[in-house]
């Protein structure tokens, strides 16, 4: 006659895994990990591949932007008859940059200079300077852009990039500018012919 099966919650004999399921167990386990790793390894090439896809995409945007600017840069200046007001010359900028994705909060200065002459020539130059707290180079690449197109008549002297200490981002930059316009201004303080 065989022992009746211990009741339910009376303390019998410990149910052991048998041989085949630890062996099972100890390779199962080692594959499971592997996959684990490999599919956290693939997820993150992946994201680093999009992440380096989109900055050459932005490297080549910027590139082509910056051969505009150069043409640009190499034509004849447009000359203009009077200076352009503060206001003007704030909101000129401030369109620019919202045409190019720059958020208005990002223009920390734009201040101009008093003329200075252009040697023996009837021409004063103003310069500009702009101030952007953070922007990435595509975006800078159109600001400058449009700053010299859509009827604007700002070219760009010279341009200062700064890596921000505080920013995670490597491709957000601060950005020191230095613009200007050429305005037709014959010297009127020259003596007359004949006087002392």
Do not use: C
């Not at 895994?17 to 499971?32: H, N, T």
């Not at 200075?116 to 952007?132: A, C, D, K, M, S």
């Not at 014959?186 to 003596?191: I, L, V």
């Amino acid at each position: 006659m065989t022992a009746p099966a211990p009741a339910p919650g009376t303390p019998g004999k410990k149910h052991r895994p048998s041989s085949g399921f630890r062996q099972q167990l100890s390779y199962g386990l080692p594959v499971a990990v592997s996959l684990a790793v490999l599919t956290w390894s693939w997820s993150t090439m992946r994201g680093e591949q999009d992440r380096a896809s989109r900055a050459t995409g932005h490297a080549r945007q910027a590139q082509q932007l910056s051969r505009q600017i150069v043409t640009l840069r190499d034509r004849p200046k447009p000359i203009m008859t009077a200076t352009i007001d503060s206001p003007d010359l704030v909101r000129q900028v401030s369109a620019a940059a919202a045409k190019a994705g720059v958020d208005a909060k990002e223009l920390d200065r734009i201040e101009p200079d008093p003329p200075q002459r252009v040697t023996g020539t009837v021409y004063q130059r103003i310069p500009i300077h702009v101030i952007l707290r953070r922007a990435d180079l595509p975006k800078l690449m159109h600001l400058l852009h449009t700053l010299q197109t859509d009827g604007n008549r700002l070219q760009t002297e010279q341009i200062r990039l700064i890596a921000p200490r505080d920013e995670a981002d490597p491709a957000i930059w601060k950005a020191e500018l230095t613009l200007s316009y050429m305005i037709y201004s014959p010297a009127t303080d020259k003596p007359r012919k004949g006087s002392s």
